[in-house]
């Protein structure tokens, strides 16, 4: 290479990295100063995210400040900014904006998505008004899932899982069930495909904004052939949708419809004649649904393991009585499931997806609550585990789990649903919050109910190597996942009560 060659690439690279490091906010910054100080503090989010934000936070008294991080500038501002994100309508302060450029949704899926986000309306509309149609498929395919995994070799008692594995497992299997149907949810390639692209659209939107806009395409050609993406769960997918839609074409019904057929009913003709177009859509769903359904039961369940035998009969006590009284698992019985959803909101509680989320763009200068303006083109984000965790007047006792936290709220305030899984406001965040929140959260919610009910009813679970405490999650940048290591013993529990409601 000549020597020119070489000093206009360090040109380019210098100058690059001056304008993703320069600081336009006029924000205070935490870490090193200029450009080289600026990358070695973003080097050190890969490992010490809370530490940084912790120094953020306290240092410069709970104003917004800019934290350095590997995909670039993130202003991080307070709970009291969590009404503008409540009340905005993207005009100004944007959500599809900051995810299409989180997860690079236009390498990593495709660039319809987020001008026509039709499957974000089936999931609004069809999907949640047939949530509890699918009850049954959802209860049956859970405990044939369970008694595959689950049953003990010959002469055994236990089986020992990587628990958020086998979480990732099921959920693809059920919500599989519910998008497309039996064929496609028994088969295991499409399910290690589907749990691949789940799992690497996170990184790969990290990697990919390292990098200019004119070299994404090919970093994600090359990463995609390395270590898969969209193109594997597709092939797989397609003859099943192009038989669907020919059977559609035949006016032949199916009983019960799935989350295809509603996409299908949403989709322009040019995603009708294009198949591969409504395959993204599947995924696209599948994404936003698998790890997250897998990461909260995951933790639900490594908490449940720690419970003792009364507390964990307690729970096991209101599951019968609502199955009974409502002659097994329908809308009404997994309502009167309290304590179950309250373990559930309280697992999301003590475990947020992230130290900081909730990220939306700024497409116009926008006046924080405190009256700090920050410039159009920046992304701005909270810091969740500091409002879930760290305040005793939103939670007593912030720092101890009590699975029957929300339960007893709903009991002393009977009048409204504010304590429910699903309830979505500004003391937890993990269904998002305002005209974005998560629409999936209904089916999630049944769903992580009908798991949890039959896993308690059906076995007994602790945490293996006699382990008394939930493993410690693991930590990269700013995400936390379950602890993928950790391995729970699954005991069947044969002739118990509620029985009746298994099909073991
Ligand atoms: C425990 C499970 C789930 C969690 C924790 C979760 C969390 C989230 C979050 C945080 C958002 C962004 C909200 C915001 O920015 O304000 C979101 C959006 C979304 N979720 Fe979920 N989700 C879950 C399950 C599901 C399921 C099962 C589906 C569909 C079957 C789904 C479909 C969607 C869609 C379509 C959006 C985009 C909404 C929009 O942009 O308007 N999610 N979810």
């Known amino acids: 290479m000549y020597p020119e060659t070489i000093l206009a690439t360090l040109a380019l690279i210098t100058a690059i990295l001056f304008y993703r490091t320069h600081n336009q906010t006029g924000l205070p910054r935490v870490g090193g100063k200029g450009p080289i100080g600026f990358i070695l503090t973003a080097l050190r989010s890969i490992t010490s995210y809370e530490e940084l934000l912790n120094e953020g936070l306290q240092n410069f008294g709970g104003k917004p400040f800019v934290l350095p991080t590997m995909t670039g500038q993130l202003v991080v501002v307070g709970p009291e900014n969590l009404e503008l994100v409540r009340t905005s309508d993207d005009s100004v302060i944007n959500q599809p904006i900051a995810l299409d450029e989180l997860f690079q949704v236009p390498h990593?899926?495709?660039?319809?998505?987020?001008?026509?986000?039709?499957?974000?309306?089936?999931?609004?509309?069809?999907?949640?008004?047939?949530?509890?149609?699918?009850?049954?498929?959802?209860?049956?395919?859970?405990?044939?899932?369970?008694?595959?995994?689950?049953?003990?070799?010959?002469?055994?008692?236990?089986?020992?899982?990587?628990?958020?594995?086998?979480?990732?497992?099921?959920?693809?299997?059920?919500?599989?069930?519910?998008?497309?149907?039996?064929?496609v949810c028994r088969n295991e390639d499409y399910l290690r495909e589907s749990i691949r692209f789940a799992k690497t659209v996170v990184p790969y939107g990290q990697i990919l904004r390292w990098f200019s806009k004119v070299f994404r395409p090919p970093i994600y050609f090359l990463l995609s052939s390395l270590f898969g993406g969209s193109k594997a769960p597709i092939k797989t997918l397609l003859p099943h949708l192009?038989?669907?839609?020919?059977?559609?074409?035949?006016?032949?019904?199916?009983?019960?419809?799935?989350?295809?057929?509603?996409?299908?009913?949403?989709?322009?003709?040019?995603?009708?004649?294009?198949?591969?177009?409504?395959?993204?859509?599947?995924?696209?769903?599948?994404?936003?649904?698998?790890?997250?359904?897998?990461?909260?039961?995951?933790?639900?369940?490594?908490?449940?393991?720690?419970?003792?035998?009364?507390?964990?009969?307690?729970?096991?006590?209101?599951?019968?009585?609502?199955?009974?009284?409502?002659?097994?698992?329908?809308?009404?019985?997994?309502?009167k499931m309290r304590k179950l959803d309250s373990t559930l909101r309280e697992a999301a509680r003590f475990h947020p997806p992230a130290f900081t989320g909730l990220p939306r763009s700024l497409v116009k200068p926008t006046t924080l609550a405190d009256g700090t303006v920050i410039p159009a083109g920046h992304t701005i984000a909270f810091p969740l585990k500091h409002i879930h965790n760290n305040d005793p007047t939103v939670y007593p006792n912030p720092e101890k789990f009590e699975y029957f936290r929300f339960s007893k709220l709903r009991e002393e305030d009977e009048?409204?649903?504010?304590?429910?899984?699903?309830?979505?406001?500004?003391?937890?965040?993990?269904?998002?919050?305002?005209?974005?929140?998560?629409?999936?959260?209904?089916?999630?919610?049944?769903?992580?109910?009908?798991?949890?009910?039959?896993?308690?009813?059906?076995?007994?679970?602790n945490l293996a190597d006699g382990a008394k405490e939930v493993p410690q999650p693991t930590v990269l940048s700013s995400n936390m996942v379950p602890n993928r290591s950790a391995r729970a013993v699954i005991t069947p529990r044969p002739g118990q009560a509620g029985q009746k409601f298994g099909a073991l």
């Open 242 to 335: 192009k038989r669907r839609l020919a059977e559609r074409e035949e006016g032949i019904e199916r009983n019960p419809r799935t989350i295809c057929d509603f996409l299908i009913d949403h989709a322009p003709s040019e995603e009708i004649a294009n198949p591969e177009l409504l395959a993204m859509r599947v995924l696209n769903l599948n994404f936003g649904s698998i790890h997250s359904i897998s990461r909260v039961g995951t933790f639900a369940i490594f908490h449940l393991a720690t419970l003792s035998a009364f507390e964990l009969d307690d729970i096991r006590k209101e599951i019968i009585d609502a199955l009974e009284s409502e002659g097994g698992f329908t809308k009404f019985s997994l309502s």
């Open 415 to 461: 009048s409204n649903g504010k304590h429910q899984f699903t309830t979505v406001g500004k003391d937890l965040t993990l269904f998002g919050l305002g005209r974005h929140a998560c629409p999936g959260r209904f089916f999630a919610s049944m769903e992580l109910k009908v798991l949890l009910s039959n896993l308690l009813l059906h076995y007994e679970v």
């Open 108 to 183: 990593t899926m495709n660039s319809r998505q987020m001008p026509l986000p039709y499957h974000t309306t089936v999931v609004r509309t069809d999907l949640t008004r047939a949530t509890s149609s699918f009850i049954p498929e959802i209860v049956e395919e859970t405990q044939l899932a369970m008694a595959e995994a689950f049953s003990p070799k010959s002469g055994e008692k236990s089986v020992i899982v990587p628990l958020f594995n086998t979480m990732l497992h099921f959920s693809a299997r059920i919500v599989t069930r519910a998008m497309i149907g039996t064929t």
